[in-house]
C-alpha cells in the first residue's frame, strides 16, 4: 500500500506561480512511477505530468509544456510539481498518483494509487 498526501493548493492570480508536494508512504517510494492529474468542474480527469522512477525522464500534456516541472526526491519520498504563469484554464483539483511500474506514464488506468487531490484556483 502507498499513501499519498498532496498539498500547497491555493487562489493565485492568472501569471502567478505555485508549487504543489506529495509525500508517500507505505512502500519503497523509489520503486514507483509518479504522475501528476488534474480534473476540473464538469470535465474528466486530464494527464499533466509524470515521471520515472528514478527522475530522469519526464512527460508533459502539451497543455503545461514548458510552464510546468515535474521532479521527485526519493530520499523524501517526495514528488514535487512547479507551476509557472498559470491560467485560469489550469484551475481544477490536482491529484498524484502511484504506479508500480518503473517508467512514466500518462494512462490513468495503470496507476494504482491515489491521493485526495488539492484544489488550484487560478482568477484572471
Known amino acids: 500500500q502507498v499513501q499519498l498526501v498532496e498539498s500547497g493548493g491555493g487562489l493565485v492570480q492568472a501569471g502567478d506561480s505555485l508549487r504543489l508536494s506529495c509525500t508517500a508512504s507505505g512502500r519503497t517510494f523509489s520503486n514507483v512511477a509518479m504522475g501528476w492529474f488534474r480534473q476540473a468542474p464538469g470535465k474528466e480527469r486530464e494527464f499533466v505530468a509524470t515521471i520515472n522512477w528514478s527522475g530522469s525522464t519526464t512527460l508533459y500534456a502539451d497543455s503545461v509544456k514548458g510552464r510546468f516541472t515535474i521532479s521527485r526526491v526519493n530520499a523524501l519520498n517526495t514528488v514535487s510539481l512547479q507551476m509557472n504563469s498559470l491560467k485560469p484554464e489550469d484551475t481544477a483539483i490536482y491529484s498524484c498518483?502511484?504506479?508500480?511500474?518503473?517508467?512514466?506514464?500518462?494512462?490513468?488506468?495503470?496507476?494504482?494509487?491515489w491521493g485526495q487531490g488539492t484544489q488550484v484556483t487560478v482568477s484572471s
Open positions: 498518483a502511484a504506479a508500480v511500474i518503473n517508467s512514466g506514464t500518462s494512462s490513468p488506468s495503470l496507476y494504482n494509487y
